[in-house]
Structures are given as structure tokens and as C-alpha cells.
């Protein structure tokens, strides 16, 4: 397998990014302290009452399923004993103390100090290395620890905008280049330039099998007969993918390619959902029909390169990113593979 032109650049040795992110812990400590707490003596109109249902009573604004879910984790005591069951009878009598804790969701969208390998910065905007691992914003499962909740901390100006700036996104397990905007006539300008298809990416990807397409231009939507997938379905939105087989090669685990995929349109899981429509899902990709190979065992997909205007001063701005250790592993592993 040659890479002339092709060869990717080797990691940054001192590249926070593929180290992992550094969370400021003693921030998460001082907001553990702030809770607030409540008591109530139980009543005899009370006597027999499940303790969830005399919490709601207790704290109406929060749901009887967190509030159980504080029961659980040990927030709640009666009479000075610690409670983990939500149906647990009270008496008349007995005093509930209540550790209010917020929920996940109030704490989606508070600043949390991490270390972000910063490409690019100017007072407009940002560019970010992203790794593998990173979720960009709050959802379920992932209320906190996202590229959102590291934005609102690294500059004031974040919480006055959308999404603290994010303007498109990669997936959690996919890493590389992303734009944030840092004004609001950047995030503006931002959004429309990729509406119009002016912001230029370029990803590096490994697929199962010869891959010989050259592009692939199918509408993408929400799976019918599964809705965490997207899908090829008619009906979806356009979509267009330009594919560039860099080499095919065969190993011990099995045939690969590797690509240079670029896009021309930015639907969610749009390379993925192309290179599987064509029988080639990614390696790692386990959603859309991948396997773990080559020591991945996320999908194998880097955002490579950005190429762009810039939205308020108009230079011109090209970025490139090697890829992280995993996925350059993977990489030169086909070097010396032979052709398949």
C-alpha cells in the first residue's frame, strides 16, 4: 500500500486530545455542596403513605421518577437512616430528610473546564481536533462531559449563543476537525456558508471490502425499522458522498479499504449510512453492519481536513489533523498487507 501524497502526518506527541479530556473535579466538588436539603415530620394524616409518594409532596418540582431515583442512590434518610426504598411505608412520626440533587437534564448546559485540542482560534471562531470518545451535545445518557459543557467554560461569550456556538457535528466515536463559532456573526455566518455547501470536509475512513464506488448520491432518513439508524429511504434528504479508494488491501482479519471520503451535503451518520448502503460498512461500525478489525472497535472515520472562508474577515482557511493513535494503528497496518 503506497501513500505518496496520501501518507497521514504522525500525532502531535503532545495532543491533549488523544489523551483523553481533564475535567476540573474540584468545580464538581463545590456544586456537590450546594444541595439543597428538606425535612418533614410524617403526620397522622400521612401514616402509611409510600415515601416516593410523600416526597413528590415534599419537593413538587421534580418528577416522582427522580425523586425515586434519589431514594436509590442514597439521598434520603428517615429518621436518621439512610432509605434506598422508594415504597417503603412511613409512620407517623418519623422524620424524612431529603438531599435534593439536580437532575441530569438542569445540568446539561452548565460549564465544565476541560483541556480541547485547539487548532484554531481568533475572536470569531474556533477549530477543534475532536477525539474519539467526546459526545458534542447534551442528549440522553450523556447530560454532562460534552464539547458544549467545555465551550460554556472556555469563553463567557458561549452561553450567550446557540448551542454555545456548535454549528455541525461529529459523532461521538468519529474523530477530527470541527467548527465553533465564537460570535453570533460567526455562528450566522457558519450556518449558512454549510447550507450552501461552502465549508469544505474531507474524512479518512477504513471500509470492509474493495470498495470500488466513486460516489454516492442517495437520500438519508430515520430508519423505519429502527430509529436509532438512519437509512437510504425514499423521501429522505439529499445526500452525497464523492469516494476515493486510497487502497484495498487483504489481511489476516479480512479485505479493507482505505478511504478518503468527501462530502457534499452533512445528513447525521451520512458516510456511514452510504458506505453500508453500498455493502462496505465502516470497520468498527457496529450500528450499520461493521466488525471490530485492525485493533478498532469504534468506526473507523476521521474528519481529516477543513477547508472554508472565513465568515467575517474573509481569509481563506485550510486545517488539517492527523488522525488519532487507534485509527493511524489501523491505518498503516494495511502498508504492509498485500493488495487485495
Not at 418533614?40 to 409532596?57: K, M, P, Q
Not at 439512610?82 to 435534593?100: H, K, P, S
Not at 470500488?212 to 439508524?229: K, N, T
Not at 485550510?318 to 489501523?330: K, T
Request: aromatic fraction near 2%.
Amino acid at each position: 500500500m503506497k501513500y505518496t501524497e496520501h501518507a497521514l502526518p504522525a500525532m502531535h506527541a503532545a495532543n491533549p486530545a488523544a489523551q483523553g479530556l481533564a475535567v476540573d473535579d474540584e468545580a464538581g466538588e463545590a456544586a456537590e455542596s450546594e444541595h439543597e436539603r428538606r425535612c418533614d415530620a410524617i403526620g397522622v394524616g400521612a401514616h402509611g403513605e409510600r415515601l416516593d409518594r410523600h416526597l413528590v409532596a415534599m419537593a413538587p418540582e421534580f418528577s416522582r421518577s427522580h425523586l425515586q431515583a434519589l431514594v436509590a442512590r442514597g439521598c434520603v434518610r428517615v429518621d436518621g437512616t439512610t432509605v434506598t426504598q422508594a415504597a417503603r411505608r412511613l409512620r407517623a412520626g418519623q422524620v424524612v430528610e431529603i438531599e435534593l440533587l439536580p437532575t441530569d437534564e438542569s445540568r446539561a448546559f452548565r460549564p465544565e473546564p476541560m483541556v480541547l485540542a485547539i487548532v484554531h482560534e481568533d475572536e470569531h471562531l474556533m477549530v477543534i481536533d475532536k477525539p474519539p470518545g467526546l459526545v458534542v451535545h447534551p442528549g440522553a445518557g450523556n447530560w454532562s462531559g460534552t464539547l458544549l459543557n467545555a465551550l460554556l467554560a472556555h469563553h463567557d461569550a458561549a452561553a450567550s449563543l446557540p448551542r454555545a456556538g456548535i454549528v455541525h457535528r461529529l459523532d461521538k466515536d468519529t474523530s477530527g476537525l470541527m467548527l465553533v463559532g465564537k460570535s453570533l456573526a460567526a455562528v450566522t455566518g457558519l450556518v449558512r456558508m454549510i447550507a450552501a455547501r461552502a465549508v469544505h470536509r474531507r474524512y479518512l475512513a477504513i471500509a470492509h471490502g474493495r470498495v470500488d464506488v466513486r460516489s454516492v448520491e442517495a437520500p438519508i432518513g430515520r430508519d423505519p425499522a429502527q430509529r436509532l439508524r438512519m437509512a437510504v429511504v425514499a423521501g429522505g434528504k439529499p445526500a452525497r458522498t464523492d469516494v476515493e479508494t486510497l487502497a484495498a488491501c487483504r489481511t489476516g482479519e479480512g479485505e479493507f479499504s482505505a478511504l478518503r471520503c468527501t462530502l457534499h451535503t452533512g445528513r447525521t451518520h451520512q458516510i456511514r449510512v452510504h458506505l453500508a448502503h453500498c455493502g462496505h460498512p465502516l470497520v468498527g461500525d457496529l450500528l450499520y453492519g461493521g466488525r471490530p478489525a485492525l485493533g478498532l472497535s469504534r468506526q473507523a472515520l476521521h474528519a481529516a481536513r477543513l477547508e472554508l472562508v472565513h465568515p467575517v474577515d474573509g481569509r481563506k482557511l485550510r486545517f488539517d489533523a492527523a488522525p488519532p493513535p487507534d485509527f493511524e494503528r489501523a491505518w498503516r497496518s494495511l502498508a504492509s498487507a498485500p493488495p487485495a
